[in-house]
């Protein structure tokens, strides 16, 4: 368990505090049964979502991040996984709900869009179809106006020559449109939180920059809330007003984009940091790394996760750190290290060779 | 500079056709200089694994030589290319899919020194043992299996099995795009002590501009099968040449030293990559770039040295800032797109 839910519904700065989290997750946790025991992926995660804000997760593969994004739309149910804790969304408890009480949030109030756009869409129906399919779901329209929504849908998300693209299969689409066209679907019903799962991990660089555009003007137009799920710390520094560091299951650090990217706390942030090689800024004759690897979920440690990659690893780190704030002005920036509880300062060579 | 010395790899006029319509690589001249790291980049499809792979005839070329060491060996038979294979590997970007999951790590690795150098079993395991503790490993891990190691200890494997038979020469196809962050920069440190020590020759392909800056001496940019512009790291990092590389750096989202620095202003390429079997007449950048003019539409732009070791596949590259004044006047619309990278700082709404 990390901080209170009185605590951490503070927020991430001054403008926050006053509002309610339209999203607030308590205590989350989500294991896979395999042969071999109980796998844990996320291990009591804390969080809240405001309206219209894009809060980026970052982590390497393993941290959970996916998992506990999942498991907010029941996408990770099944006799294999065990998930506890708590979401409330609009009056509705999430990890609880059943599954009919989902399918009326999920592409309405909360939509999804995933990595791998060619396996989300349906290779059999058009495009056009498929849009007009989710807005007929959840909103009460003849089959010809849903239609003519869905073309008007993926014209806003770029799509040329919509009309005629309607009509096309997936198959028939690059890797950018297709991102595209499942945004159109994601968005067809004005969803309240868009969770974007890697949006961008497999495109070029250059379709990239164009999906992040495309939701960034689509975000601030419709005010939607976005959680995109990412390991590209230049994705989060491109799109997301605030960013919370997975490791191991667990937040590790939470803050606006301005604190945990250009004054990080955690020694894992810190490292992960330094250890991205950058387009810009000195080149090193070798990068700083970070030891080691990632713990698989099985041979997580106990207490601070991180501690056996950690260079300031201390006595106290047998004991999990709790995820607090460690400034004094309390800035909404939290980080769940022994260094920050006992007040040691962090010598700062991590950052300066970035 | 790296030009000035002897090639160690030349290819002259390489093409690769497949299924005999789709022109994988076109017509590329490229020089490769001993202990030089040359980065190949460029989108997918753009054609740089298929160049990669036909450098060392992994792929078989339709068109051109390949010059090693002063031997064309894009006529080596089969045995004579064996013995070359000796100096040129190659490091994949699955080790997993790469390794055979069925056999020891001691024996995957000591397998090309035992096929290329003849070299026998007891002599090649010891090898191998000694290769695992330059790779960062043990040599006690040798009778274990590649399922038992992690993503970044595999790739450190699959180093390890290229560098058996002590080549010369190595293309390493996007190596490290597979690892999380924090072990790949412990896999690109140790390429390039592995470089540096063995005086070792790579081409190292990958579409992450990051990881290519902290590697590369030397920077190949590829699109649709061409090479569209070649400069030293450092030069193609101040400022790329080619319309399509100034795009191709400016979309990489960046995350900065400090929240002062200034980014550079994004370019978004508008339209997808046209398709490989029938690329645009003329510049085959055209149909997206924002300078062209009738001239691109038509004449094939040559890949010219515009000053000592800088080519450009372009009429009108950045550093002629006239003659780009001049396509303006020519052009109705403005085809790409400038947007002004949003800044971390923006407050939540």
């Known amino acids: 368990m990390a901080t209170s839910p009185e605590q951490s519904s503070s927020g991430a700065d001054g403008s926050s505090a006053a509002r309610e989290p339209i999203l607030s997750v308590r205590d989350l946790r989500v294991g896979f049964r395999t042969r071999s025991g109980v796998v844990p992926a996320v291990d009591g995660v804390d969080l809240d979502l405001y309206a219209g804000e894009v809060l980026a997760i970052v982590g390497e593969s393993g941290s959970g991040k996916s998992a506990m994004s999942m498991s907010l739309v029941g996408l990770n149910r099944g006799p294999r996984t065990m998930i506890s804790g708590t979401a409330h969304f609009r009056g509705i408890e999430l990890i609880s709900a059943s599954e009919r009480q989902l399918r009326s949030v999920r592409g309405k109030h909360i939509a999804v869009v995933f990595q791998d ?172 790394t970070i030891p080691g690897s990632p713990p698989m979920g099985a041979e997580r440690p106990d207490g601070c996760s991180f501690a056996p990659r950690c260079a300031f690893v201390l006595r106290e780190c047998a004991t999990t750190p709790i995820l607090a704030s460690h400034d004094p002005s309390d800035s909404g920036h939290q980080d769940a290290c022994w260094l920050g509880e006992l007040t040691i300062p962090v010598p700062d060579e991590s950052r300066s060779t970035l | 500079m790296n030009t000035r010395r002897p090639p160690l790899l030349s290819a002259s006029g390489l093409s690769v056709t497949y299924g005999g319509s789709v022109t994988a690589v076109c017509e590329v001249d490229l020089e490769v200089a001993e202990g030089e790291t040359l980065a190949l980049v460029g989108e997918s499809g753009c054609g740089k694994s298929t160049l990669g792979r036909a450098l060392l005839r992994l792929e078989p070329a339709s068109a051109g030589t390949i010059t090693f060491a002063g031997t064309d060996i894009s006529r080596l038979s089969r045995a004579g290319l064996r013995l070359a294979r000796a100096d ?64 970044g200890q595999r790739q450190r494997i699959g180093i390890a099995r290229a560098l058996a038979s002590s080549p010369r020469f190595i293309v390493a196809d996007e190596p490290v795009s597979a690892l999380d962050v924090s072990v790949q920069a412990q896999v690109i440190n140790l390429l390039g002590d592995l470089t ?59 995350l900065r ?60 590259p950045a550093s002629d800032p006239d003659g780009r004044a001049v396509a303006a006047v020519d052009r109705d619309e403005d085809p790409i797109e400038h947007t002004a990278i949003s800044s971390p700082t923006k407050e939540i709404a």
């Not at chain 1, 009509?167 to 019903?189: C, D, K, V, W």
């Not at chain 1, 379709?207 to 689509?218: N, V």
């Not at chain 2, 330059?134 to 190691?149: C, I, K, Q, T």
């Not at chain 2, 030293?257 to 390429?269: K, T």
């Open chain 2, 88 to 151: 040129m590997q190659m490091v994949f970007q699955d080790p997993m899919g790469s390794l055979n999951p069925r056999r020891s790590i001691g024996a995957i690795i000591a397998e090309p020194l035992r096929q290329t150098r003849g070299v026998s079993v007891a002599d090649a395991l010891r090898r191998a043992r000694e290769l695992l503790e330059r790779v960062g490993l043990s040599a006690s891990m040798a009778d274990r299996r590649p399922h038992e190691f992690s993503g």
């Open chain 2, 196 to 254: 540096r020590q063995e005086n070792l020759t790579m081409v190292f392909i990958s579409h992450d501009l990051g990881v290519v800056r902290h590697v590369a001496t030397r920077v190949a940019v590829m699109y649709l099968g061409q090479i569209v512009e070649i400069a030293d790291r450092d030069d193609f990092f101040a400022g790329p040449e080619h319309p399509y590389s100034e795009a191709l750096l400016s979309a990489v989202p960046a």
């Open chain 1, 117 to 288: 756009a060619l396996a989300a869409l349906n290779p059999l129906h058009r495009i056009g179809k498929q849009v007009a399919e989710m807005i007929t779901l959840h909103q009460k329209v003849s089959g010809r106006r849903a239609k003519d929504m869905a073309v008007q849908m993926l014209g806003d998300v770029g799509i040329s020559n919509p009309r005629h693209n309607a009509e096309a299969y997936p198959h028939q689409f690059s890797g950018g449109m297709r991102q595209r066209a499942m945004t159109a679907i994601a968005l067809a019903n004005d969803p309240t939180v868009l969770i974007a799962d890697e949006p961008t991990t497999a495109l070029d660089v250059t379709i990239q920059a164009q999906i992040l555009d495309l939701l960034k003007s689509l975000q601030r137009e419709l005010g939607t809330a976005v959680v995109i799920v990412t390991h590209d710390l230049g994705v989060v520094a491109d799109i997301a007003d605030r960013v919370a560091v997975m490791y191991s299951g667990r937040i590790v650090e939470i803050g606006t984009t301005e604190q945990v990217l250009y004054a990080p706390k955690h020694p894992y942030t810190r490292g992960l940091l330094a250890s991205t090689p950058g387009v810009t800024g000195p080149i090193p004759a070798s990068l700083p």
């Open chain 2, 257 to 316: 030293g400090d929240p002062s620095e200034v980014v550079r202003e994004r370019i978004v390429l508008r339209g997808e990559l046209p398709n490989p079997a029938a690329p645009p007449a003329g510049c085959r950048f055209n149909t997206r770039c924002a300078y062209a003019t009738d001239l691109c539409l038509t004449e094939t732009p040559a890949l010219r040295e515009i000053t000592e070791g800088r080519m450009v596949r372009c009429h009108f």
